[in-house]
């Protein structure tokens, strides 16, 4: 977005100032430039299906350049590195050395400096340092540049641990748009737009960061918007039309207008919007006559208006020396008016967010793969990392806050999902490449292919399974420690299954869920490594059927026993075996019928909105009664509930697992009763949580949530959905005076709530036949067929923790597999490389490899975080050291060098501003200085992890 700040001082505050600073006003000229929303990202460049919006980027940036470069007093500021690359890629060396000194004269400035401005309630903090340091490695190569300022104008509300991993990368402020509007009201009567925002409680102070809440948006000033429908400057006497003085006197009402929200004399004021300087020659050049008329007039206005950037501002408001009260929790849900609750879109386009994060694991792992691999076996790297870039690429793209969210148009929608089908196949092609080079003895490289369509039972590389032909499962690990999974592999025949050594594997064949023969069997796999697995064809053993229940159904392994109810078929109690405590807990397959608009408000239910009609939900079927069916089995038991023709839920106890995992296969959604509906599982259990529940904030730490509650004064206009918060990977309720936790982590965003005590709801689908107004201007009418899957875990309060966080883990970070004909398993073991693993010892329990990749200067790239918050269990919580010289047995450490979260400078030069802040009267802490790991010191690379601490490093390696 185009962006011209204003920061004005104004006032009596500002005159006594003024004999060493006229009072001054920091003008921002912006564009907003959505990475897809109603366009693809191509017609947004290109400026093509005008008849949708007129916008065209390339014409954005060509056009501001040569403002730019006509009149040195001018800036701008740019956001969206997705679309500047590009851009980058089509210029000439002559105009790339114009942009480069606009760049180093401090005309044109990056802020954000992301690959996208990032959604914030539907994303992992995994994703988000992705896509950030996509977009910081191009700033640093191209320009040296090192954003310092976050610029979330847009997204739809604001999570805890943003600011948090924004100060891990260097920043020094946050500005950002969207809060609710009875806060917002508040906030700007109590002058608390701006503030010191504490999002991590694990972190503290080291991550504090100085917020800033736009007055009103990010648009023009009301009358200024001369590139749409206001009048222009008219500021020649000899003109009759005239108009400079009137335009100048509402300019700087409008400026002392906001100056009253401040507790300093300076005012941000954001000139720009949604794709704005196609013609920046007409914004700059009214502007222009405007600043001088006011400057020329600062008797009258008491104003000094000049162009600026954020950095610019922050750093006057900075040399305020004032303190600042300090903020926790977050910004969620985000509601803009009584009846308008933006907690919809937790929940749209459920299949893309699944798709998402599905991808955010295959990329991981391969970028692993290839890291872990490249030295020890030769192998070339750079065109591979080409490869992966499409993905990187792709899925940075999908963190912007209009497509993750699913608030796009849906062609926007589908080309998000074939640029990552895209990415992901240029990603097979790497990871089969990789794979078949290091297990080949003999030269002849098995021919690995992938089954894109599992999770719906379909794997054509099992079709050639017959008396002749083994196929060879290599199941690769990308987590860096040991894991024991079941797999379940659909089978057009029976199949044996072999381990890497040949030896005979327990396994269960039966029908499952979708009427497929199946055969499922536990692997062990160790860490950043792979084991061949081998199924063998085998019509001799029973496969076991889905059988229809009429009684109470038990589903029992090693830890949990789970009882269903005889006359509801419904979930009715679980028993934690290892604790002897039992929770009552009942299920519910329910929707919520969309609201068209009523005579309260005319608020539909939307893309962004949710807004129920009524305070109860409608059952799925007229009794609540589904039918069921299940199996027993040695390596999972199943309970599979029919609900209607488009709904079904599929419940499964694996052996040796402490968890129950729930399918849900929905849609599509019927709609020919003429109601949009809104898909929920709720959980109704004896717990008595005092309406309180909890909600992790982008895979990191845990929100507290209580029903019906606000920090502020607030009226209950809209029950459900103001209740409504999301859930990324895990939420839990949890009865005090018990010690008992029930925790669900899923494996993509959805919204949750808990309406009553004791309660538990999230939403799977939503099909809608009315459009929010809010701007994507068509219904979220999706056909389609989601499965999406959850892991209920009952245990005691005082262990829970590790249980989730191990489960978060393992749930969305499954193993890769790939299949080759094998002919005879015996003939396969002699020629092939079975089992591999990077690491030559896992990680202690409470640290996670968030990335292990190369980078084209043939360093790797290495992160790791402790990935348990204050307090959340008594020994994981702790500080916790490792060696990294220890991790990588056949690789040896040669050089390594600490640097900030996004990897764009080293951490000793990452110096950011300290704010006062009002619980001490005193300066906050700067980011702590943490013991770096020179380049010299190699012998004695030890790393220390404080709780939610990340630390990242570029290291060159050599074969050991």
Not at 462 to 479: E, G, H, K, M
Not at 583 to 602: H, P, R, T, Y
Not at 637 to 644: A, F, G, I, L
Request: proline share 4%; charged share 20%.
């Amino acid at each position: 977005m185009d962006i011209d700040p204003f920061s004005s001082r104004i006032g009596k505050e500002a005159k006594e100032e003024e004999e060493e600073e006229m009072p001054r006003s920091d003008h921002l000229k912006i564009t907003h430039d959505d990475v897809g929303w109603l366009k693809t990202v191509d017609e947004y460049y290109y400026g093509a299906n005008q008849s949708i919006q007129n916008a065209g980027v390339q014409y954005i940036i060509d056009t501001t350049v040569q403002a730019l470069q006509d009149h040195p007093h001018r800036r701008f500021i740019y956001v969206e590195i997705a679309f500047f690359m590009r851009w980058w890629r089509e210029q000439s060396e002559y105009m790339r050395s114009i942009v480069r000194n606009l760049v180093a004269n401090g005309q044109w400035e990056f802020i954000n400096g992301g690959w996208v401005m990032n959604d914030e309630a539907t994303v992992s903090h995994t994703a988000i340092i992705e896509q950030m340091s996509t977009g910081h490695e191009f700033l640093f190569r191209e320009f040296g540049v090192k954003p310092r300022i976050g610029w979330h104008i847009d997204p739809f509300g604001h999570a805890a641990s943003q600011p948090s991993l924004f100060a891990q990368m260097g920043f020094d402020a946050f500005f950002f748009g969207r809060i609710d509007y009875q806060e917002h009201e508040l906030r700007n009567r109590t002058k608390q737009l701006e503030f010191v925002w504490r999002g991590s409680q694990s972190l503290g102070a080291e991550t504090d960061m100085f917020s800033h809440v736009l007055y009103t948006g990010y648009g023009f000033l009301p009358g200024f918007s001369f590139q749409r429908k206001d009048q222009p400057i008219m500021w020649d006497p000899e003109l009759q039309d005239m108009n400079i003085k009137e335009m100048a006197d509402d300019f700087a009402s409008q400026i002392r207008q906001r100056a009253r929200s401040n507790q300093t004399p300076n005012v941000l004021v954001p000139f720009g919007s949604d794709f704005q300087f196609e013609n920046a020659h007409m914004l700059f050049k009214n502007m222009d006559h405007l600043i001088d008329y006011l400057n020329a007039n600062q008797g009258v206005y008491d104003l000094h208006v000049f162009y600026s950037t954020p950095t610019t501002y922050m750093e006057a408001v900075h040399a305020a020396n004032h303190v600042w009260d300090v903020k926790t929790g977050d910004f969620l849900p985000y509601a803009d008016h009584p009846h308008s609750y933006w907690s919809g879109y937790y929940s749209s386009r459920s299949a893309l967010k699944g798709y998402v994060r599905s991808r955010n694991n295959f990329l991981r792992a391969t970028q692993s793969l290839l890291a872990s691999t490249y030295l020890p076996f030769n192998i070339p790297y750079a065109d591979l990392i080409s490869k992966i870039e499409i993905l990187t690429q792709a899925f940075s793209t999908s963190q912007h806050h209009d497509a993750i969210s699913g608030t796009e148009k849906q062609h926007v929608a589908d080309d998000y999902a074939k640029r990552l089908s895209i990415g992901s196949a240029a990603c097979e092609d790497v990871m089969a490449d990789i794979l078949s080079k290091i297990v080949s003895k003999t030269g002849v490289n098995p021919n690995f292919s992938f089954c894109r369509l599992i999770n719906e039972s379909i794997c054509p590389s099992t079709d050639t399974l017959t008396p002749v032909n083994s196929i060879a499962i290599v199941a690769y690990n990308p987590r860096a420690r040991n894991v024991v999974e079941t797999l379940r592999i659909p089978v057009k025949s029976g199949a044996a299954v072999f381990g890497p050594d040949g030896s005979p594997v327990k396994c269960q064949q039966y029908v499952n869920e979708d009427g497929v023969t199946s055969v499922a069997f536990q692997v062990e796999i160790p860490a950043l490594g792979f084991n061949t697995y081998f199924l063998q064809h085998n019509s001799r053993d029973e496969i076991i059927p889905a059988k229809m229940i009429q009684d109470e159904m038990i589903l029992e392994n090693e830890f949990l026993k789970v009882a269903f109810d005889a006359e509801t078929h419904r979930l009715k109690n679980i028993t934690n075996k290892v604790s002897g405590r039992t929770v009552k807990i009942g299920q519910e397959l329910m929707w919520w019928n969309a609201s068209a608009g009523n005579k309260e408000s005319s608020q539909a239910s939307g893309a962004y909105v949710f807004r129920p009609n009524g305070t109860s939900p409608f059952n799925l079927n007229p009794r609540q009664v589904p039918t069921v069916t299940g199996t027993i089995g040695p390596m999972l038991s199943t309970v599979t509930q029919v609900w209607n023709k488009w709904a079904r839920q599929t419940f499964r106890l694996y052996r040796n697992a402490a968890y129950l995992e729930v399918e849900a296969t929905i849609g599509p959604i019927d709609i020919s009763d003429d109601m949009g509906k809104e898909v929920i599982a709720r959980y109704i259990t004896d717990l008595d949580t005092k309406n309180i529940w909890y909600s992790d904030s982008e895979g990191q730490e845990f929100v507290e949530r209580k029903t019906n509650y606000r920090p502020y004064p607030y009226n209950i206009s809209e029950p459900v959905a103001m209740n409504y918060v999301p859930m990324n990977f895990a939420a839990y309720i949890r009865d005090v005076a018990k010690g008992d936790q029930i925790t669900l982590v899923s494996d993509r965003t959805r919204g949750c709530a808990s309406l009553k005590n004791g309660e538990f709801e999230n939403m799977l689908h939503r099909r809608l036949l009315h459009d929010d107004k809010k701007g994507v201007g068509e219904p979220l009418n999706e056909s389609n067929i989601v499965r999406t899957t959850q892991r209920i875990i009952f245990d005691p309060i005082v262990n829970a923790s590790r249980r989730y966080r191990s489960e978060m883990a393992s749930l969305n970070q499954p193993p890769v597999l790939l299949f080759a004909n094998a002919g005879s398993v015996s003939k396969y073991i002699r020629e092939n490389v079975v089992t591999f693993s990077a690491m030559d010892a896992k990680l202690p329990e409470n640290v996670d490899l968030l990335t292990f990749k190369m980078l084209n200067t043939g360093q790797v790239l290495l992160r790791l975080q402790n990935i348990f918050a204050v307090g959340e269990d008594e020994e994981l919580s702790k500080s916790v050291s490792l060696d990294l010289n220890s991790l990588f047995p056949a690789l040896q450490i040669e050089q390594v060098t600490e640097v900030s979260l996004s990897a764009n400078q080293p951490i000793q030069e990452m110096h950011r501003l300290k704010w006062k802040v009002a619980e001490s009267k005193s300066e906050s802490k700067e980011p702590k200085e943490f013991q770096t790991i020179l380049d010299v010191d190699v012998k004695n690379a030890k790393v220390t992890l404080s709780a939610q601490q990340i630390r990242t490093f570029v290291i060159r390696y050599s074969v050991v």
